[in-house]
């Protein structure tokens, strides 16, 4: 079946600009997660959906990231005045229904270059 | 916190040689324990997991033993091709942390023919 999907795949925008990530989840996932991924370094968590709601956003670094998911499939992350430093690949993963011993699912990522 | 720590890379092998990827973690209770890989030009996929102490994931020849006692999860393979060539990434998972997962920073792994 079809897995994660991510548009786009790249991003390149000017500082200060909005932009919008989108994901796609496996059909039939309960569990949806955003994570930021920096050259060289491991993915670093950003927040999680459990259907409809954030259950957690703890990882979000401040105000400007913002991510919704209104029909518990789509989920859209979203990232006010753009600095350079939110430069790097988003990645998005999927799982079941969220148990730690579930198996996350990733998409291919967008990769966002602010100028 | 939770945090996961990788051994430096990169790695370079000759094609047939014995692979061990050092990973250990520090978290509290039972975490579960993960390798995903990333292969160029492709997303990150999971080689395989342990969700318990003293268990065995394996995969595509590769292996990695939960021990509780070391707080290690060691990745190992026999013989190493070519097309194992990847960043390689140990990570946990705790259901009192919302089930994120916590990554090290990966490690490069190149195999020469």
């Known amino acids: 079946g079809a897995g994660v999907s991510q548009t786009p795949s790249n991003k390149v925008t000017e500082k200060g600009k909005y932009v919008e990530l989108r994901c796609d989840p496996i059909s039939g996932h309960t569990a949806l997660y955003w994570y930021r991924q920096s050259l060289g370094q491991g993915p670093e968590f950003l927040i999680y959906?459990?259907?409809?709601?954030?259950?957690?956003d703890s990882g979000l670094p401040n105000d400007r990231f913002f991510a919704v998911r209104p029909e518990g499939s789509v989920s859209t992350l979203k990232i006010q005045r753009t600095e350079r430093g939110d430069s790097a690949v988003y990645l998005c993963?999927?799982?079941?229904?969220?148990?730690?011993?579930?198996?996350?699912?990733f998409g291919p990522g967008t990769r966002l270059t602010v100028l | 916190g939770n945090s996961v720590t990788q051994m430096e890379g990169p790695v370079t092998l000759s094609e047939e040689a014995f692979l061990t990827i050092n990973c250990t973690y520090t978290a509290t209770g039972y975490p579960s324990l993960f390798w995903y890989v990333q292969y160029p030009g492709e997303g990150l996929q999971l080689l395989l997991k342990?969700?318990?102490?003293?268990d065995k994931g394996s995969n595509k020849g590769f292996e990695a033993t939960y021990r509780k006692e070391t707080t290690s999860f060691h990745l190992e393979k026999g013989s190493v091709q070519v097309s194992d060539s990847a960043v390689y990434f140990c990570?946990?998972?705790?259901?009192?942390?919302?089930?994120?997962?916590?990554f090290g920073e990966g490690t490069q792994l190149t195999v020469n023919p």
């Open positions: 342990a969700t318990k102490a003293d």
């Open positions: 959906f459990q259907g409809t709601g954030a259950a957690d």
């Open positions: 990570a946990l998972s705790r259901e009192t942390s919302g089930s994120r997962l916590t």
């Open positions: 993963a999927s799982s079941k229904q969220g148990a730690s011993t579930d198996t996350q699912y």
